[in-house]
């Protein structure tokens, strides 16, 4: 049976900026609190922060407001159609998941991605690509994100994703003037697992707001089909890299089925009692 997408659901005028969903964030993925996230050091000595390698969630103040910046999983992410290697995955419940074994270290990923959020580890021997996993496990054991359930004030709400946008346009039409009329992530670059509600322009808030509708990676695929004497030989291997990609996909769901199935001891037809 199809699993449901999964969303969070970002009110901005909700946002007290305590930073829970930091730090949460951190004790989630083992990531160290040295850099004020967690420190109880007051907001106005921190100044602004980034993403970073070990900072996959920020809460920035722009135009008087508390502003969350994360990996947006997007429903067709980029960074999975131009990782050349298969790196990248979108899971049928909405993460965007990443495999370290697989990387060999190109950072197209970092290139192509719309919102600017993979980080790299270039202080390490051995680096890879760090950003927001939506808590991956947690979803798939049918559980909220840690920063979700960390916040105090149902300023990040996790949930199905169409359930939560039909709750933040029932938010506007039910307050008109506090809100931006407007779901920030409903249609951006095709959509995305990240939704936002905010009471001033989304622009205002640093967040891009010339993004298509379409998904980039069909953008893509329909500028090289134009030209096709000029990138036959690259589109033959864009071609490729989708084939082998979704290969892979397609032979990990049916392994995971054969594991769940043998698990819940089923039989198949004519194979051994």
Known sequence: MAQTKKALLVDITRCIGCRACETACKEKNGLPMDDGAASGEPRSNR???????????????????????????????????????????????????????????CRYCMMACPFHIPRYEWNRVTPRVRKCTFCADRVEQGKPTACSEACPVGATTFGDRDVLIA???????ENPNGYVNHVYGVEEAGGTSMLF??????????????????????????????????????????????????????????????RQAASAGVRKPGGPA
């Open 47 to 105: 100044g602004e922060r980034e993403l970073s390698a070990t900072t996959y969630n920020v809460v920035q103040e722009r135009s008087g407001r508390f502003v969350r910046n994360f990996c947006r999983h997007c429903n067709e992410p980029t960074c999975a159609s131009v990782c050349p290697v298969g790196a990248f995955t979108k899971l049928e419940a909405g993460p965007v998941v990443y495999d370290e074994d697989k990387c060999m270290g």
């Open 167 to 173: 709750e933040a346009q029932a938010r506007i039409r």
């Open 197 to 258: 509600l905010s009471d001033v322009p989304f622009e205002q808030l640093g967040m891009r707001v010339d993004l298509p509708r379409e998904p980039l990676p069909l953008l893509t695929f329909r500028v090289l089909s134009k030209i096709p004497d000029i990138v036959v030989l690259g589109g033959v291997m864009l071609g490729g890299i989708w084939w082998i990609t979704h290969r892979r996909e397609e032979v990990a769901k049916a392994e995971g089925a054969e």
